[in-house]
């Protein structure tokens, strides 16, 4: 059977095609996509394009991680695509690609949510906005592990 | 234990203000991750005197190409490390 994760960063354009393909099983009755895009405003601010900044060693890390929870939380026959983009993209540009596949159509929807609220907490990406006014800003994010440096609990990123 | 070791910092996200170059610190042998803050914390107020970002340092993690590391733990000889802003991607 194909290895049932697959991970990425890439500064070539995302395609949603191979995610697809990927997540395909011929015992597969379901695939959920969540695809995100640049959109052209954020907190009142019209944005013309977004760069991506990404440690990506430590992503795929952290990328195949949460693969590997969604299969331990939502069954084992699950397949799972993430790959992020690295880069600058003008709006409508695809930033992120997640792909689950699975028998039944639950376990797909629950997982796919799963992986991308659990991304934007725990992959080490960064998103800077630039705007009409040719200003740019780094967008405030999710603390990796809050201020407590210390703390084991909260902050499991890469095994 | 060497009494010096070199610890290599690449920058991320809002820490790219501060140069694209990974920063080289000179540490006393048996530092931990928290003297690597502090060190930073000195060479950024070093390049820019009006540095304001003290508290984006202080919620911000350090990690290598596995994993995260927490402030407690030792460097070895010669590490290399980035540092980790608030995470904002998808």
């Known amino acids: ?129 630039h705007y009409v006014d040719g200003n740019s800003d780094w967008v405030q994010g999710h603390a990796l592990c809050g201020h407590h440096h210390d703390e084991q609990e909260t902050c499991r990123v890469a095994s | 234990m060497q009494s010096r070791i070199n610890v290599e910092v690449s920058l991320f996200g809002a820490f790219r203000e501060m140069g694209d170059a990974p920063i080289v610190l000179a540490l006393p042998g048996g530092a931990q991750i928290r003297d690597v803050r502090q060190a930073l914390r000195e060479e950024f107020t070093k390049r820019q005197p009006a540095f304001k970002q003290h508290k984006l340092l202080d919620v ?17 000889a010669d590490t290399k490390l980035v540092i980790l802003p608030p995470v904002s991607g998808g």
Not at chain 1, 18 to 30: I, T
Not at chain 1, 41 to 62: E, I, K, M, Q
Request: glycine share 6%.
């Open chain 1, 1 to 129: 059977m194909k290895t049932p994760i697959h991970v990425g960063v890439s500064e070539s354009p995302l395609s949603v095609e191979a995610a697809a393909d990927f997540v395909h099983a011929p015992e597969h009755g379901a695939m959920d996509m969540f695809v995100g895009r640049v959109r052209n405003h954020n907190l009142g601010r019209a944005v013309t394009s977004v760069s991506y900044d990404v440690f990506a060693p430590l992503a795929c890390n952290v990328f195949r991680e949460l693969c590997e929870e969604a299969i331990a939380k939502f069954g084992p026959r699950l397949r799972c695509f993430i790959e992020h983009h690295q880069g600058t993209l003008a709006i409508g540009g695809i930033s992120v690609v997640i792909a689950v596949g699975s028998p039944h159509r639950d376990e797909s929807f629950k997982a796919c949510r799963y992986l991308i609220e659990e991304l934007k907490k725990r992959a080490p990406v960064w998103k800077q906005e």
């Open chain 2, 60 to 76: 911000s993690m350090f990690a290598d190409e596995r994993a995260l590391r927490r402030d407690h733990e030792a460097l070895a």
